[in-house]
């Protein structure tokens, strides 16, 4: 019922800047949270940024300064922008949304496939 697509991946070189994307399709009334997720190659999944409804948000250490996690439309579209890019960024990218209230009720968390982020010189 509810569906996460992300887009905005590819390859950069070290120090470049990509802007993703992650769309949320469904009968969806509501929100709560907004978040992106990266999984590298022999590595656990992990958390990268976060927004909540009323906009608050939290980064890992690892991307503070860097990146800078947004959203609109009540939070139906999240965007997540990186720059200076190291290749230690590179990962497969999830977006998560979490607290999805739907019109006919509350919905589990819901998670997009991934887009791949490679950054090589």
């Known amino acids: 019922q509810v569906r996460l697509v992300e887009s905005g991946g590819g390859l950069v070189q070290p120090g470049g800047s990509l802007r993703l994307s992650c769309a949320a399709s469904?009968?969806?009334?509501?929100?709560?949270?907004r978040g992106w997720y990266r999984q590298a190659p022999g590595k656990e999944r992990e958390l990268v940024a976060i927004i909540t409804r009323r906009g608050s948000t939290n980064y890992a250490d690892s991307v503070k300064g860097r990146f800078t996690i947004s959203g609109e439309n009540a939070g139906k579209t999240a965007y997540l922008q990186m720059s200076s890019l190291k290749p230690e960024d590179t990962a497969v990218y999830y977006c998560?949304?979490?607290?999805?209230?739907?019109?006919?009720?509350?919905?589990?968390?819901?998670w997009g496939p991934g887009t791949q982020v490679t950054v090589s010189s």
């Open positions: 998560n949304a979490d607290g999805v209230t739907l019109w006919s009720g509350p919905y589990p968390p819901v």
């Open positions: 469904g009968n969806i009334f509501s929100i709560n949270a």
